[in-house]
Structure formats: C-alpha cells, structure tokens
T-cell receptor, first 111, second 113 residues
Framework: SQQGEEDPQALSIQEGENATMNCSYK?????LQWYRQNSGRGLVHLIL?????REKHSGRLRVTLDTSKKSSSLLITASRAADTASYFC???????????FGEGTQLTVNP | DAGITQSPRHKVTETGTPVTLRCHQT?????MYWYRQDPGHGLRLIHY???????DKGEVSDGYSVSRSKTEDFLLTLESATSSQTSVYFC????????????FGPGTRLTVL
C-alpha cells in the first residue's frame, strides 16, 4: 500500500488564492518531499523537509511536517495559472534511496 | 529533465511480445529507478539500481526485468507484455546532498493491445 496519501484528491481555486494540500504517511521517515507533475511530463522536485524540521520555505511554497501526526502540508501562496499540476508527496524510510509516492492532488488554478 | 532521456517515448505492442525500454543519463549518477504511473495508484517502483550490475526489486516487479551494464543506461524489459502493463513508465535518478532527491525523465507511454 502507498506510504503517502494526499488530501484532497482534487482542488480548484482562483488565481491569487492560496492552495493547501495535505499528505499523511504511515511509518517513520527520514525525509518527506513534494513533487509537481505537469500534464504529460515527468515529476519535478519541489522541496525536501527532514524529519527533524517542522517548517520550510522556498519562494511561494511553504511545507510543514508534524511527525507526531505523521502528516505534512504544502501551501502555495498567491497561486498562478501556471501552478496547475498534480502534486505528490514522497517519503523515504531507513533505506534512504527509495521513495514511496502518494497518489497526488490535482490542483487547478483558474485565471 | 536533468539530462535523462527515455526511449521510445511512445510504443504500442501486442500481448505476449517482449518490450525493452531504455533510460539514458549523462551525469554519471549512481542510483537509477523505474516507476510505472497508473490512475489511482500514483507512482510505483518497479526496479532500481545502485550501480553497474547492481539492481533490486521494487513493489511491482513481477513481469519485469532490468539490466545495467553501463552507468549511463538502465534497461527495463517486459518479458511477455500483458494488457495490465499498459502504463506510463518513468525513469529517475537520485541526486542532491544525500541522494534523496529524484529527477525524472519525460516518460514512456506503453500500450499493450
């Protein structure tokens, strides 16, 4: 079964609004990552947060991690139409080099 | 796409035929991965490699084999394609300070009739 599960499965917002996506996982992790996938393309790495970190920022992205709840959230502020994509969380356990992906959240930003 | 190419990009084949997909990277990365992506399942790991001739199974390895005779090439073979193997296949490499981050190729869309 998948380690990460994203919520919601789909999200539709207006340009300029914030988008929040959540990820829950089941077992202990070393790191949690978020990826974006535009339609018909490969995944692109967005941000990595380590298990001893609680929050991380990168441009308009803000990621939080709550290891006690085994959950993470990705916030995209001031969304743009170009942010329309699927977003996946991925976790790695003790092996480090293997990732387990969730099923993704489909974000649509309407102009 | 981080110097990763996949070939072919699209393929239609018939049930029972062997199929080989190729992943090529130009930056000497040690770790390479093959995933399949299907609606409702996200990305699932098929096989991965941690060096030349060093490979291991992922969660959905049945019906697939891999080979890595050179650092730059990682081949995925469907020994006898079935309709359930219709999917989009992605190759990835690991990079970054602790080899945690993965970088993906553009994908191969395979249809098995």
């Amino acid at each position: 079964s998948q380690q990460g599960e994203e919520d919601p499965q789909a999200l539709s917002i207006q340009e300029g609004e914030n988008a929040t996506m959540n990820c829950s996982y089941k077992t202990s992790i070393n790191n949690l990552q978020w990826y974006r996938q535009n339609s018909g393309r490969g995944l692109v790495h967005l941000i990595l947060i380590r298990s001893n970190e609680r929050e991380k920022h990168s441009g308009r992205l803000r990621v939080t991690l709550d290891t006690s709840k085994k959950s993470s959230s990705l916030l995209i502020t001031a969304s743009r139409a170009a942010d329309t994509a699927s977003y996946f969380c991925a976790t790695d356990g003790t092996s480090g080099s293997r990732l387990t992906f969730g099923e993704g959240t489909q974000l649509t930003v309407n102009p | 796409d981080a110097g990763i190419t996949q070939s072919p990009r699209h393929k239609v084949t018939e049930t029972g035929t062997p199929v080989t997909l190729r992943c090529h990277q130009t930056e000497n990365h040690r770790y390479m991965y093959w995933y399949r992506q299907d609606p409702g399942h996200g990305l699932r790991l098929i096989h991965y490699s941690y060096g030349v001739k060093d490979t291991d199974k992922g969660e959905v390895s049945d019906g697939y084999s891999v080979s890595r005779s050179k650092t730059e090439d990682f081949l995925l073979t469907l020994e006898s394609a079935t309709s359930s193997q219709t999917s989009v296949y992605f190759c990835a490499i690991s990079a970054g300070p602790a080899y945690n981050e993965q970088f993906f190729g553009p994908g191969t869309r395979l249809t098995v009739l």
